[in-house]
C-alpha cells in the first residue's frame, strides 16, 4: 500500500513539474507556435495602394509590426493622442532605416476603410491587408494593438503591449515597450522586457 502510495506522489511531482515546464514556456512568449527568439515567419501581403509587400524583402533592418483595427476604441484613442505616431517618429530617430509595417487582420475590413484611416493621420507607411487572418494566426496576434519588433536578422525580439499607459488609470510616464526594444537593439543589447500582455480589442478574426 505505501509503495503505490509512494509511486502515486511520484506521479503527481512529476505531473506537476511537466506542467510548470510548460507553462513556463508558454509564457516565455505567450504565443501558441511563435516564441522569442524564433525566425519571424515570412508573408507576403497587399497593401492599399495594391502593391505587394513581403517581410524578406526588409532582411537586414529592423522592422515593428503593428496589429491594427480602424474600428476599435482603443486603436483609434492611440491616433487620437498621437502615441502611435509619436512612437515611429522615435524608433525612425534610433535608426533612420527600421521599417514600420501595420496589418489589419480584421475579417469584415475592407480597403477604402484604410485608406481614409492613412490620408486621416496622413500616415507614412502602409497598411497591409489580411481579411483572412492568416498572417495574425500565424503570429498570434491577439490585440489592436499588438506590436512585433523583429531584429534585422529576422528574429523576433518583442512582442506584447505597446507601452504601460493601460498598467495604472493616469501613468505619469507611460514605458514605450516598441521604443525600448528597438533602442536595445540598436545598442546592440538584449531586449527586456521581450514581452507584455498586449491590451486592446480583440482581433476579430474569419469565423
Request: glycine fraction near 8%.
Amino acid at each position: 500500500m505505501m509503495k503505490a502510495r509512494t509511486l502515486l506522489a511520484t506521479i503527481g511531482l512529476g505531473t506537476a513539474v511537466v506542467i510548470l515546464a510548460v507553462s513556463a514556456t508558454a509564457m516565455a512568449g505567450d504565443g501558441k507556435t511563435l516564441k522569442i527568439g524564433d525566425p519571424a515567419p515570412n508573408f507576403t501581403l497587399t497593401d492599399t495602394t495594391g502593391k505587394k509587400r513581403s517581410l524578406s524583402e526588409y532582411a537586414g533592418r529592423i522592422v515593428v509590426l503593428e496589429w491594427t483595427n480602424t474600428e476599435c476604441p482603443v486603436v483609434q484613442r492611440c491616433y487620437k493622442k498621437n502615441t502611435i505616431q509619436e512612437t515611429v517618429g522615435h524608433v525612425k530617430k534610433l535608426d533612420k532605416d527600421v521599417v514600420w509595417l501595420a496589418i489589419n487582420s480584421t475579417n469584415h475590413t475592407n480597403n477604402k476603410q484604410n485608406v481614409t484611416w492613412i490620408k486621416r493621420y496622413e500616415l507614412n507607411y502602409p497598411i497591409l491587408l489580411d481579411i483572412d487572418g492568416t498572417v495574425g494566426h500565424e503570429y498570434d496576434a491577439r490585440r489592436t494593438p499588438h506590436m512585433f519588433v523583429i531584429d534585422k536578422a529576422g528574429i523576433l525580439r518583442y512582442h506584447g503591449a505597446l507601452d504601460s499607459a493601460y498598467d495604472k488609470p493616469k501613468p505619469d510616464k507611460p514605458v514605450n515597450y516598441v521604443v525600448n526594444a528597438v533602442q536595445q537593439l540598436v545598442g546592440g543589447e538584449t531586449v527586456a522586457p521581450y514581452y507584455i500582455k498586449p491590451y486592446g480589442c480583440s482581433v476579430k478574426y474569419k469565423r
